[in-house]
């Protein structure tokens, strides 16, 4: 057993939350233990004028972190899982998934109104091109403009805009106590999420077994495989937050259902499709629905949007920046 415990996170304060729960779990677990938590800016937290494909698209909330990591700074980093690449540093790990919290996109309203009910040429904010993508393909009238910042931030924002909507994270919005009357669960149907997204990653050192010990008792079966299939998919696909590609699993007696989407930038072309089989093949049938994806179309569209020139500056992201 450990005597003194070191947690790396981001300073937002939705990192911070999540970096206080790990703590207050861990403390419970062990009493004995002396657990600090050490803030680490990142290159996403420092640039918040440009959208995320502009400033590098992959680690731009993870990469200091994962070096304070390396370099034995801290003894565990709490991330977002849906921030950390899916081609894993090496030398670290992930050692725990803790239990997921609902996976949804959420719009917020002024009014309580659905997208259904908006006026052609509404105007939402999202801060993701996943998001627009798939909002473009639901509702092609609609106007999306980029938004940065943590979440208190966006809100702020939103609030003092002239905007009909914002798209966040229900995760986020739940656990900094931010959901209210005005905030609408998108379905699945219409938005699927982030690969990991309302998942916790706890990343530790590959060779640390006495940490990866120590933070197992955090670790949710359920979540760590749905989540599994998920960055496999993503994975495979060579996506990022570059590419509009939203997923979501589900374990139920032992059977894992894994349903993804590729959409084109501009929401005119989508594929879907889905996959379930035994748990225990998670990281299989993350793969093999991206075969299945790429087969039907998605190679195309991923083409498309790589070969576009110079992406990540072509208009359909230029066109989203609010600056």
Same mark, same amino acid.
């Given at each position: 057993m450990v005597d003194e415990l070191v947690i790396g996170s981001r300073g937002s304060e939705l990192a911070l939350w999540q970096a206080e729960w790990v703590k207050s779990e861990l403390t419970d677990a062990y009493q004995s233990v002396k657990i600090e938590i050490k803030t680490i800016k990142t290159k996403g937290d420092l640039i918040l004028d440009k959208p995320i494909p502009l400033i590098g698209g992959k680690g731009v909330f993870t990469k200091e972190i994962e070096q304070a990591l390396l370099s034995e700074e801290i003894d565990i980093a709490v991330h977002s899982c849906k921030d950390l690449?899916?081609?894993m540093t090496e030398g670290l790990s992930i050692g725990a998934i803790p239990l997921r919290e609902t996976a949804s996109d959420v719009l917020i309203t002024k009014d309580g109104k659905g997208l259904d009910s908006m006026s052609p040429n509404s105007v939402i904010a999202s801060g993701s091109l996943r998001r627009t993508a798939q909002l473009l393909s639901y509702r092609e009238d609609l106007k999306v403009v980029d938004i940065r910042g943590n979440v208190p931030t966006r809100l702020r924002k939103f609030n003092e805009s002239?905007?009909? $909507? +914002?798209? /966040?994270?229900?995760? $986020?919005? @739940?656990?900094?106590? /931010?959901?209210n009357e005005n905030c609408i669960i998108l379905d699945h149907k219409i938005m699927l999420p982030a690969v990991a997204q309302g998942a916790l990653a706890l990343q530790i050192r590959s060779d640390d077994k006495q940490i990866s010990g120590t933070i197992s008792v955090l670790n949710d079966k359920d979540s760590s495989d749905a989540v599994t299939a998920e960055r496999s998919l993503l994975r495979r696909l060579q996506g990022g937050c570059q590419v509009p590609i939203g997923a979501i699993s589900r374990v139920e007696n032992n059977e894992l259902k894994i349903e993804a989407q590729i959409t084109e930038l501009n929401g005119v072309k989508a594929v879907r499709d889905s996959l379930s089989g035994d748990r225990e093949d998670a990281? @299989? +049938? $993350?793969?093999?629905?991206?075969? @299945?994806?790429?087969?039907?179309? $998605?190679?195309?569209?991923?083409?498309e949007i790589r070969e576009s020139e110079n992406f990540g500056t072509a208009p359909e992201a230029e066109k989203l920046s609010i600056e």
């Amino acid at each position: 057993m450990v005597d003194e415990l070191v947690i790396g996170s981001r300073g937002s304060e939705l990192a911070l939350w999540q970096a206080e729960w790990v703590k207050s779990e861990l403390t419970d677990a062990y009493q004995s233990v002396k657990i600090e938590i050490k803030t680490i800016k990142t290159k996403g937290d420092l640039i918040l004028d440009k959208p995320i494909p502009l400033i590098g698209g992959k680690g731009v909330f993870t990469k200091e972190i994962e070096q304070a990591l390396l370099s034995e700074e801290i003894d565990i980093a709490v991330h977002s899982c849906k921030d950390l690449p899916t081609e894993m540093t090496e030398g670290l790990s992930i050692g725990a998934i803790p239990l997921r919290e609902t996976a949804s996109d959420v719009l917020i309203t002024k009014d309580g109104k659905g997208l259904d009910s908006m006026s052609p040429n509404s105007v939402i904010a999202s801060g993701s091109l996943r998001r627009t993508a798939q909002l473009l393909s639901y509702r092609e009238d609609l106007k999306v403009v980029d938004i940065r910042g943590n979440v208190p931030t966006r809100l702020r924002k939103f609030n003092e805009s002239d905007w009909e $909507g +914002l798209i /966040l994270a229900y995760a $986020g919005l @739940k656990r900094l106590d /931010l959901l209210n009357e005005n905030c609408i669960i998108l379905d699945h149907k219409i938005m699927l999420p982030a690969v990991a997204q309302g998942a916790l990653a706890l990343q530790i050192r590959s060779d640390d077994k006495q940490i990866s010990g120590t933070i197992s008792v955090l670790n949710d079966k359920d979540s760590s495989d749905a989540v599994t299939a998920e960055r496999s998919l993503l994975r495979r696909l060579q996506g990022g937050c570059q590419v509009p590609i939203g997923a979501i699993s589900r374990v139920e007696n032992n059977e894992l259902k894994i349903e993804a989407q590729i959409t084109e930038l501009n929401g005119v072309k989508a594929v879907r499709d889905s996959l379930s089989g035994d748990r225990e093949d998670a990281e @299989k +049938l $993350g793969i093999e629905l991206a075969e @299945k994806l790429l087969w039907n179309g $998605g190679e195309e569209i991923l083409s498309e949007i790589r070969e576009s020139e110079n992406f990540g500056t072509a208009p359909e992201a230029e066109k989203l920046s609010i600056e």
